[in-house]
């Protein structure tokens, strides 16, 4: 019979062998050495998840920080290369690969598309460090194909190439705010990409076209960042016109996806009309009330306005490859996310996400 000294030896030796342990994987994950690790573990009561979330807190704050300096430095051969060595993968701590203990997907949900859509308010940088890691755990959550993201700004999207390495990212735009995708690399594969300029708006909006396939289906991506505010509503309808054009001349063994911040008003898609071919998938899988409103002032608090504003701005059309033999895909889920509260008190964005699934009919 073991004695108590011999007992509370073996708990000690116990503790430091979970503790050593605890130290390699965040290492491991975080890229880093043991001493950060334990640094991190202990302040965090040694709970990883804990840990990480303060480590990379850390790490997106120096990567977000905004140097005055960085207006003034000359476009010189060391700037070009510091720029290179950012973005090499051999740098990059991927917080969207799926895990490895996590459960083979079923045959169901594999043959699935799955697509998110967001306005992800990059203009706000309140919280901007803690709303972009927010981000990717939705991205952990739902492991999306295909990401449709709105008012990126150039940090945000250094950040996402750090911490998404299981997507590739195409980009609507490199200065100010612009759209961008995010296409996973294991399941969908990019063929071509194209900007449409739109030729009067006068906020810089664009049309990303992104070519791709997935599985055996050929599939066009939009998205967009339409005109904003009640009184653009006419260049707003020639944007959405626009669109409209681009999704009926794809090729018809093509399905077409777009989604964005539309910032449409019902009377607006009314007066444009939607062609035959193309739907609403909101509307299409039944206007469930619990996902009409994307903007949501009511709920949504991170802009400080003095009333109550419930819009469905953001919007995911799909027009279905129609051609004689080719699979097409069809709406199958959508739910409203970014719902809760981040540990700061704010949302990942003034507005909700859009998830999607998509099945090819049988």
């Not at 790490?59 to 476009?75: G, P, T, Y």
């Not at 739910?335 to 998830?355: M, N, P, Q, V």
Request: aromatic share 8%.
């Amino acid at each position: 019979m073991s004695t108590t000294a011999e007992s509370d030896k073996a708990s000690v030796s116990n503790v430091e062998e979970s503790r050593t342990r605890l130290c390699e994987e965040f290492a491991s994950i975080a890229n880093t050495d043991s001493a950060v690790a334990q640094c991190y573990l202990a302040e965090n009561d040694w709970e990883m998840e804990r840990a990480l979330n303060s480590f990379f807190e850390a790490d997106l704050e120096s990567v977000f920080e905004v140097k005055d300096s960085q207006e003034q430095e000359s476009r010189s051969p060391e700037t070009k290369k510091r720029k290179m060595d950012q973005n090499t993968p051999k740098q990059c701590i991927d917080l969207t690969e799926d895990s490895p203990s996590s459960s083979k997907p079923s045959e169901e949900n594999d043959n699935k598309l799955s697509l998110i859509s967001w306005n992800v308010d990059g203009l706000d940088t309140d919280n901007l460090a803690e709303r972009a890691r927010g981000l990717c755990s939705y991205l952990v959550l739902y492991t999306p194909d295909v990401v449709f993201l709105q008012e990126l700004i150039p940090p945000y999207v250094q950040y996402l190439r750090k911490r998404a390495v299981s997507y590739l990212i195409v980009e609507g735009g490199e200065e100010g705010y612009f759209t961008g995708m995010m296409l996973k690399k294991s399941r969908v594969k990019l063929l071509d990409k194209n900007i449409v300029p739109y030729p009067t708006t006068q906020m810089l909006r664009n049309l990303l076209v992104v070519q791709v396939t997935f599985k055996e289906h050929k599939l066009c991506l939009m998205t967009s960042h339409l005109e904003s505010c009640k009184g653009h509503a006419e260049e707003r309808m020639k944007q959405l016109r626009l669109v409209m054009q681009r999704m009926t001349n794809a090729p018809d063994d093509v399905t077409v996806l777009f989604g964005g911040d539309t910032n449409l008003r019902d009377t607006e898609v009314a007066k444009v009309g939607l062609p035959s071919s193309v739907c609403d998938v909101w509307e299409r899988l039944g206007k469930q009330e619990h996902c009409r409103y994307t903007w949501d002032t009511k709920i949504n608090t991170n802009k400080t306005v003095s009333y109550v504003c419930r819009c469905r701005f953001d919007r995911i059309y799909l027009r279905p490859a129609s051609k004689e033999g080719v699979p097409r895909l069809l709406p199958d889920h959508m739910a409203l996310i970014g719902l809760e509260k981040l540990d700061c008190g704010r949302f990942t964005s003034d507005h909700w996400g859009i998830y999607c699934s998509f099945v090819a009919e049988s």
